[in-house]
């Protein structure tokens, strides 16, 4: 599976977007976006996953570059309960397992 | 629906005994993922399973570690002889399918203290 580079950390202001950046450069040609998200102590979440095409649910929209060599993860209004560690993967269909880096940890300023 | 449960959530054990961690896929899930999580770390995957099938242990210690799951009831993850470097999270995950692109998901993870 690819590998992937995301900032260490990265803070927004609450209620403005968070856009969360990925680099994942030798993303293969069936391997899938996945971020996840992990709200302190608790298990991680799934947010939303993307081949090639822009995606967008009711938690946040994935941007994928056309190249595919990065993406962003947008969280449209942040609050708060956004705070925790974005995880961005990048898995090949049928992978059995995920691989979760050092991820992005987000911290939304009052 | 219920999501995936873990139970325990928080467990003790000394050094020398042995931890059997309990994990319920959500409903209609036949596939089941661990990882562990060291303090200030990502998550580790540590095995997949099917029902009554392994189908991937590669990220499992070659000593001490075992799951499972079982026809009926939860799956297992068993650790013999624990050690103090075994004091992790460990998460359970499940998924409806891995044909195709798949989400997984999580259970609130079980706290190994290994004193």
């Known amino acids: 599976d690819a590998k992937t580079t995301q900032p260490t950390s990265m803070d927004c202001a609450e209620g403005r977007a968070a856009n969360l950046p990925c680099n994942h450069s030798t993303i293969s040609g069936n391997e899938y976006v996945y971020w996840y998200r992990q709200i302190h102590s608790q298990g991680p979440q799934y947010i939303i996953h993307?081949?090639?095409n822009n995606e967008t649910n009711e938690m946040a929209s994935l941007i994928i570059t056309e190249d595919r060599k990065s993406s962003t993860l947008i969280l449209p209004h942040a609050t708060l309960r956004d705070t925790a560690v974005y995880y961005c993967?990048?898995?090949?269909?049928?992978?059995?397992?995920?691989?979760f880096g050092t991820g992005t940890r987000l911290t939304v300023i009052p | 629906n219920a999501g995936v449960m873990q139970n325990p959530r928080h467990l003790v054990r000394r050094r020398g005994q042995e931890a059997r961690l309990r994990c319920s896929p959500m409903?209609?899930?036949?596939?089941v993922y661990w990882y562990r999580q060291l303090p200030e770390e990502g998550l580790k995957f540590m095995v997949y399973l099917q029902k009554e099938n392994i189908i991937d242990e590669s990220g499992m210690p070659k000593e001490r570690f075992s799951a499972e799951f079982p026809k009926e009831g939860p799956s297992i993850l068993r650790i013999q002889q624990v050690v103090r470097g075994d004091s992790a999270a460990y998460f359970c995950?499940?998924?409806?399918?891995?044909?195709?692109?798949?989400?997984?998901?999580f259970g609130p993870g079980t706290r190994l203290t290994v004193t």
């Open positions: 993967i990048v898995s090949r269909t049928g992978a059995n397992n995920l691989f």
């Open positions: 993307g081949l090639k």
């Open positions: 409903k209609g899930h036949s596939h």
């Open positions: 995950a499940s998924s409806l399918t891995t044909g195709f692109s798949y989400e997984q998901y």
